[in-house]
């Protein structure tokens, strides 16, 4: 299989080296703009299936490929679908070469997200990619690159950004209505059990292409191998693949979080606390974690794969692995202001409290009795899905009617990618030693106190058990380098498996 490459793609593509310098207006004539816009699914075992359920109830769209690297998932999907089946592809390179093709939603594994983006967009395809946007920050800020050049419509699957509740409750803390915003919190109290131990490395199935599998990641053998077998899911707890809960949950509520603030770069700084503890498994990314963004106003995000309690963790039935809270969220958002706070309690909700715990209001984005009445931002209340927003910038040709265009979800990734550097880069160390570290961060040392006592309530001595104490980064968002941190910069991309190669030159 060879490597794809830009001169491949304009040879080979609907409209040749002329569908590049098109205009926007131009293209819009020619492709999507009142015709039906033809889409392939990339990877559809868990995710992605969502994504086919969307798309397949959007007017004007059809799904004419799919394409994953398990021939088994395919075969499960083609029988589901019967006799609407579109053509399948194992190989990404050879479905990108279809000129009957127009977009791509895509959502496989972290570390295929950029290469994938940017190789759909040098193919004249427009593009929905799954969150966390990028696998490093060097890939971030590439597929911002690939979609500038080739005037691509990206959108990323942080799809909060299309929840009119939510964006209701972004514009009454942006209007002043609870004054100035205190800190911004995210958080992930979502019980992980443990992977299993293994012994060494795991057979792939036959029904896998493992060596597309891994693509720009080293091609080495599984060491996992749980209910999920020893390639899919939890690939997510492995550093060459994926980014932890951090990474999994975490640029939904992290980007909440800085759309709330309004922030429009990688936070200056960051310092992240956490471990994998209470259990003994084969994974990598911790279970317990907790990251500190420098912004002008803060930014703390929360990590809790373990249950309430110990007792919690053994229970049996409904409530097996029950979850602690912060103000009534548990993978959610908490944005404290100075006369309030906003409880984000869901994907689609905003839930504004007074001082005193008071509901005062709630935006949940649900159609009044007059169906004619505007919401605070001028728009019909459940105004549609995130693919449906997707889709209508794909006609339109508008980058700025993405909700979550490429851009976003670059900057959001990014801030996941910095806290785990910290956490990666940091040592292993005693409570005391920690909290003497943070003296000068309250914000931190009171997160920390209330992770140590989850921890002790899931009878985790801190003592024996370590925690690691992360390496505070100062982080420069327009060169988007670290600041006299080598180490930290050598982690801002990594060493790609040839052909697998995001290229510094989209």
């Known amino acids: ?140 800020r590439k597929m911002v690159e690939a979609a500038r050049k080739y005037n691509r419509i990206v959108q990323c699957g942080t799809q909060c950004r299309s929840s009119v509740g939510i964006q209701e409750g972004v514009k009454y803390v942006q209007d002043g209505k609870l004054g100035k915003i205190i800190i911004a919190r995210g958080f992930c109290y979502k019980g992980r059990r443990p992977i299993g131990l293994v012994d060494g490395p795991q057979q792939v199935p036959d029904s896998i292409d493992y060596d597309l599998w891994c693509g720009p990641a080293p091609k080495e053998p599984p060491r996992r191998n ?85 007792a919690s963790q053994t229970a049996e039935g409904k409530d097996a692995w029950k979850m602690d809270d912060f103000r009534g969220a548990s993978i959610g958002n908490v944005i404290e202001c100075e006369n309030g706070y906003v409880v984000v309690p869901s994907y689609t909700t905003a839930i504004v409290y007074d001082k005193d715990g008071k509901e005062i209001t709630r935006f949940d984005g649900k159609k009044k009795k007059d169906t004619n009445v505007k919401t605070p931002l001028g728009l019909v209340a459940e105004s549609g899905g995130h693919h449906d927003n997707w889709i209508a910038a794909i006609r339109s040709r508008n980058i700025k009617d993405l909700k979550a265009e490429v851009l976003e979800g670059h900057l ?58 992360g390496v505070p980064l100062k982080f420069n968002p327009q060169t988007e380098r670290f600041v006299d941190n080598d180490k930290a910069n050598e982690m801002v991309s990594r060493n790609y498996r040839k052909p697998f190669v995001v290229p510094e030159n989209v």
């Not at 798309?55 to 075969?75: S, Y």
């Not at 003994?280 to 703390?300: C, F, R």
């Not at 990734?413 to 003497?436: D, Q």
């Not at 943070?438 to 002790?456: S, W």
Request: aromatic share 8%; glycine share 10%; with cysteine.
């Open 1 to 140: 299989m060879k490597n794809i490459s830009r001169r491949s793609f304009l040879k080979t593509s609907v409209l040749g080296a002329t569908a590049f310098s098109l205009s926007a207006s131009s293209w819009a004539q020619v492709a999507g703009a009142n015709s039906d816009i033809r889409v392939a699914q990339i990877g559809f075992r868990g995710q992605g299936g969502g994504h086919i359920s969307s798309l397949r109830k959007i007017k004007g769209v059809r799904l004419v490929a799919l394409c994953d690297v398990d021939k088994e998932v395919i075969g499960k999907k083609i029988k589901e679908l019967g006799e609407n089946a579109p053509q399948t592809y194992t190989d990404i390179r050879k479905l990108l070469e279809n000129k009957d093709v127009d977009a791509v939603s895509i959502a496989v594994p972290n570390h295929w997200h950029a290469l994938a983006t940017v190789w759909a967009c040098q193919a004249g395809k427009d593009v929905y990619v799954e969150k966390p946007a990028s696998h490093n920050i060097f890939e971030g």
């Open 412 to 469: 959001s990734a990014g801030l996941v990618h910095t806290g785990n550097i910290s956490y990666r880069l940091g040592a292993g160390k005693k409570p005391g030693e920690i909290k003497e570290a943070l003296t000068d961060n309250k914000n931190l040392a009171e997160a920390f106190d209330r992770m140590a006592g989850h921890l002790d309530a899931n009878c985790v001595d801190l003592a024996a058990d370590k925690l690691q104490l």
């Open 226 to 310: 749980s209910k999920n077998g020893p390639v899919h899911y939890d690939w997510h707890w492995f550093w060459a693949y994926g980014n932890g809960d951090y990474g999994n949950q975490g640029p939904h509520q992290v980007d909440i979080c800085r759309w709330f603030l309004g922030e429009d770069a990688i936070a200056p700084f960051s310092m992240a606390i956490g471990g994998r503890l209470g259990y003994k498994d084969s994974a990598e990314t911790p279970n317990t974690i907790i990251v500190y963004h420098g912004y002008k106003i803060p930014l703390l995000f929360e990590v809790r794969g373990l249950p309430k309690d110990k």
